[in-house]
Nanobody, 116 residues
Framework: VQLQASGGGLVQAGGSLRLSCAAS????????MGWFRQAPGKEREFVVG????????YYGDSAKGRFTISRDNAKNTVYLQMNSLKPEDTAVYYC??????????WGQGTQVTVSS
């Protein structure tokens, strides 16, 4: 499985961005896709995940209320809509595929920078 993340950029605080993650190479219906982020000097943090066949996303604390994950199965693409962005949201955002409870495939990351 190969993942291609895109959509990052520079945005002012309070603004919005939508990240995309396109998957190729064969996903299983039991797979989950998730978004993580890593800020400079910090550990990688879970943001949000969703099953490829289910309907209920699950959010990390940092994403609740401001971020929304969605998917387009026909396009093998997952989206992360980020609203009301804050400077502390600045990080490299990664998408990943979870298989059998382990995130085994990772995209290359896309930089999100939120200016104050």
């Amino acid at each position: 499985v190969q993942l291609q993340a895109s959509g990052g950029g520079l945005v002012q605080a309070g603004g919005s961005l939508r990240l995309s993650c396109a998957a190729s190479g064969g996903l299983f219906s039991s797979d989950h896709m998730g978004w993580f982020r890593q800020a400079p000097g910090k550990e990688r943090e879970f943001v949000v995940g969703i099953s490829w066949s289910g309907f209920s996303p699950y959010y990390g604390d940092s994403a609740k209320g401001r971020f929304t994950i969605s998917r387009d199965n026909a396009k093998n693409t997952v989206y992360l809509q980020m609203n009301s962005l804050k400077p502390e949201d600045t990080a490299v955002y990664y998408c990943a595929v979870r298989r059998q409870q382990v995130y085994v495939y990772w995209g290359q990351g896309t930089q999100v920078t939120v200016s104050s």
